[in-house]
């Protein structure tokens, strides 16, 4: 009896993994849609926070932050106003443009440094923007729900990530 609600379970986890990766799919061609033919950067950055937080579940925030002298400034998203300058390696966004590196952030309250623009947000998945070897922006997405993002959500928003940077023309923004 145990073992037959374990495979169900297996089945119905392995179910589950698929749906997510077919909706992830359409999310990318859709991604590809909004962007084609358009290469301004803050227009293709708020189609694709608009595409992100109206089709991912248990989120409260996605956007953008564009690094300008050495501070990430505040670009087009959605969710609750948000804190307009971050320091370059400060809190989760200013740690992945200083890395370069993918923050996914199970609980922010144990990341050192982490800074609440909303008290809803539990946890974060940042993706560093890179334009000609540079990190020249970030993808900043937060969720009310602890351990929101895992690896599935990793591949497929930097799938997205890379077409924003393949479609956007971004020469013109500082990079570190
Ligand atoms: N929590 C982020 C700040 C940006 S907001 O969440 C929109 C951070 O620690 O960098």
Same mark, same amino acid.
């Given at each position: 009896?145990?073992?037959?609600?374990?495979?169900?379970?297996?089945?119905?986890?392995?179910?589950?993994?698929?749906?997510?990766?077919?909706?992830?799919?359409?999310?990318?061609? *859709?991604?590809? /849609?909004?962007?084609?033919?358009?290469?301004?950067? &803050? %227009?293709?950055? !708020?189609?694709?926070?608009?595409? $992100?937080?109206?089709?991912?579940?248990?989120?409260?925030?996605?956007?953008?932050?564009?690094?300008?002298?050495?501070?990430?400034?505040?670009?087009?998203?959605?969710?609750?106003?948000?804190?307009?300058?971050?320091?370059?390696?400060?809190?989760?966004?200013?740690?992945?443009?200083?890395?370069?590196?993918? *923050?996914?952030? /199970?609980?922010?309250?144990?990341?050192?440094?982490? &800074? %609440?623009?909303? !008290?809803?947000?539990?946890?974060? $998945?940042?993706?560093?923007?890179?334009?000609?070897?540079?990190?020249?922006?970030?993808?900043?997405?937060?969720?009310?729900?602890?351990?929101?993002?895992?690896?599935?959500?990793?591949?497929?928003?930097?799938?997205?990530?890379?077409?924003?940077?393949?479609?956007?023309?971004?020469?013109?923004?500082?990079?570190?």
């Amino acid at each position: 009896m145990l073992l037959l609600t374990t495979l169900r379970e297996l089945k119905q986890v392995s179910t589950d993994i698929q749906t997510k990766q077919q909706d992830y799919q359409l999310l990318v061609q *859709q991604a590809k /849609a909004l962007l084609s033919g358009e290469s301004d950067y &803050i %227009a293709n950055a !708020a189609n694709i926070s608009a595409l $992100i937080y109206n089709n991912l579940a248990d989120l409260n925030w996605a956007g953008f932050y564009f690094l300008k002298a050495e501070q990430l400034v505040l670009g087009p998203f959605q969710g609750q106003v948000a804190c307009v300058r971050i320091p370059l390696g400060r809190g989760v966004c200013g740690t992945a443009a200083a890395t370069g590196e993918i *923050q996914r952030i /199970a609980d922010v309250h144990q990341f050192d440094g982490h &800074i %609440a623009c909303d !008290a809803a947000s539990n946890s974060e $998945i940042v993706l560093p923007i890179t334009h000609a070897g540079k990190v020249v922006a970030v993808l900043d997405i937060d969720s009310p729900e602890l351990q929101r993002f895992d690896l599935i959500d990793q591949q497929y928003l930097s799938q997205i990530a890379d077409l924003f940077v393949q479609h956007s023309e971004l020469g013109s923004l500082d990079g570190v």
